[in-house]
């Protein structure tokens, strides 16, 4: 089966840009996480959907940071306008709903300049 | 303060020779626990977990991780590293609950 897919893999923009990441989940996952990884450090989670309905997104900057999920499935994350420290690594996770286990995409790798 | 300690940043074996990676955690009740691994530009892979009983944990790839309840520990071993090895390694705690929690990792570095 196909695993979690995320895209674009890595995304160069300057700073007051927007930028979008793009995940797809493994089929049947109907809990989606967003992770903030930054450099040496381990991932933080932004947002947690069972299903289209957000259930944590207590650790996601709602001034400049957006998600949704609207039909359940994928899943965007958007970024607007981007700041330096933004440059991270995003990666998107999904599960059965109530597993304790996750599976994790490739992540998308954001440069701000 | 609720938190997961992984005390080593970087960590160097020669391959063949035996790797242990630290990992303790503070929280009330035992909570889940988990190692992942990452390779450069990849996602996270999941090693191996504990949720209860058997204390001893086999994993993938030839890993295995102990619970020490006493010591708040769950360590993670390998008795012969491979250069394949190299990677970073995340520990990781779910308590009941609540929401996955990683350390900040510890890199494995393999010399020949």
């Known amino acids: 089966e196909a695993g979690v897919v995320q895209s674009p893999r890595y995304k160069i923009i300057e700073k007051k840009q927007p930028v979008a990441f793009w995940c797809n989940p493994i089929?049947?996952?109907?809990?989606l996480y967003w992770y903030l990884q930054n450099l040496g450090q381990g991932p933080e989670l932004l947002i947690r959907y069972e299903n289209e309905e957000a259930v944590d997104d207590s650790q996601l900057p709602k001034d400049r940071f957006s998600a949704e999920r609207l039909k359940g499935v994928d899943s965007t994350l958007k970024i607007q306008p981007a700041e330096l420290g933004d440059s991270a690594v995003y990666l998107c996770?999904?599960?059965?709903?109530?597993?304790?286990?996750?599976?994790f995409g490739a992540g998308s790798r954001l440069t701000v300049l | 303060a609720q938190s997961v300690t992984q005390p080593d940043i970087h960590i160097t074996v020669s391959e063949g020779a035996s790797l242990e990676l630290r990992c303790n955690y503070s929280?009330?009740?035992?909570?889940?626990l988990f190692w992942y691994v990452q390779s450069p530009g990849q996602g996270l892979q999941l090693l191996l977990k504990y949720f209860s009983g058997d204390t001893l944990v086999q994993g993938i790839k030839g890993f295995e991780a102990e619970f020490k309840r006493s010591q708040s520990s769950f360590n993670l071993r390998k008795p012969s590293v491979h250069w394949s090895d190299a990677a970073e390694y995340f520990c990781a705690v779910l308590p009941y609950g609540n929401k996955l929690v990683f350390g900040a990792g510890t890199i494995l570095r393999v010399k020949s």
């Open positions: 996770a999904s599960s059965f709903p109530g597993a304790n286990v996750l599976t």
């Open positions: 089929s049947g996952h109907n809990t």
């Open positions: 929280y009330g009740a035992t909570p889940y």
